[in-house]
């Protein structure tokens, strides 16, 4: 099965208002990257955590591995934050492997 | 600071056609390299890796291969493409202290077999 399982699939929010991004992962993960890809394919990168909570503007990203979860929140949409948000995980070892999960499709409407 | 630059940023090829796509890395010694595909609509999968020059190992198999003729260069071909290699391909880098450090990735080659 899938390593890196990401919910919701789509998200629509209003102008200012926010909502929470999520990955399980199905075993042990060192750290986890979240990316934004906008319409032109590029993706960028927003967090990266081996643990924790970070926070850039109006976006915070936690990552616990014990628990094996982690998550994005947004707050305050802007309609520029709409696009195809991917969670994914290093899960260590020699293999250099980062896992994706299936992404999330946010549409922000004014 | 590091740009990483691919090429070509789009291609339309014909079935049975050769294919190599290109992506250099500048202002990083001894990069992590990586080549990733997309399909329409899709998630990223993991193709290619590679951690020094002459050195390349695959994840997974899709008729497609890699090399690191430079410390700063990763290309990927094929000698006959498929339907199935159209899509989305991006060359990604690492900094060269392990396996879990941050990726960035670069704009991205998109192709169209038809």
């Known amino acids: 099965g899938d390593q890196v399982e990401q919910s919701p699939s789509a998200l629509s929010l209003h102008e200012g208002t926010g909502s929470a991004l999520r990955c399980n992962f199905t075993?042990?993960?060192?750290?986890v990257q979240w990316f934004q890809q906008n319409s032109r394919g590029s993706l960028i990168n927003l967090f990266y955590?081996?643990?924790g909570t970070k926070e850039n503007g109006r976006l915070k990203s936690t990552f616990n591995s014990k628990e094996s979860y982690s998550t994005l929140h947004i707050r305050d949409a802007q309609l520029e934050d709409s696009g195809t948000y991917f969670c994914?995980?290093?899960?260590?070892?020699?293999?250099?492997?980062?896992?994706f999960g299936k992404g999330t499709l946010l549409t922000v409407t004014p | 600071a590091q740009t990483i630059h691919q090429w070509p940023v789009a291609e339309i090829k014909a079935v049975g056609s050769p294919l190599s796509l290109g992506c250099t890395i500048k202002?990083?010694?001894?990069?992590?390299l990586y080549w990733y595909w997309q399909a329409t609509g899709g998630t990223l999968q993991q193709l290619f890796y590679?951690?020094?020059?002459?050195?390349v190992e695959s994840v997974v198999q899709l008729n497609l291969s890699a090399s690191r003729p430079k410390d700063d260069q990763f290309i990927l071909s094929t000698e006959k493409l498929l339907l199935s290699h159209s899509g989305f391909y991006l060359c990604?880098?690492?900094?060269?202290?392990?396996?879990?450090?941050?990726?960035?990735f670069g704009k991205g080659t998109r192709l169209t077999v038809v």
């Open positions: 990604a880098w690492s900094p060269p202290k392990g396996w879990d450090t941050e990726v960035f």
């Open positions: 590679s951690i020094t020059v002459g050195q």
């Open positions: 202002g990083k010694s001894s990069p992590n």
């Open positions: 075993t042990t993960m060192r750290a």
């Open positions: 955590l081996a643990s």
């Open positions: 994914a995980a290093h899960s260590g070892g020699s293999n250099y492997k980062l896992t």
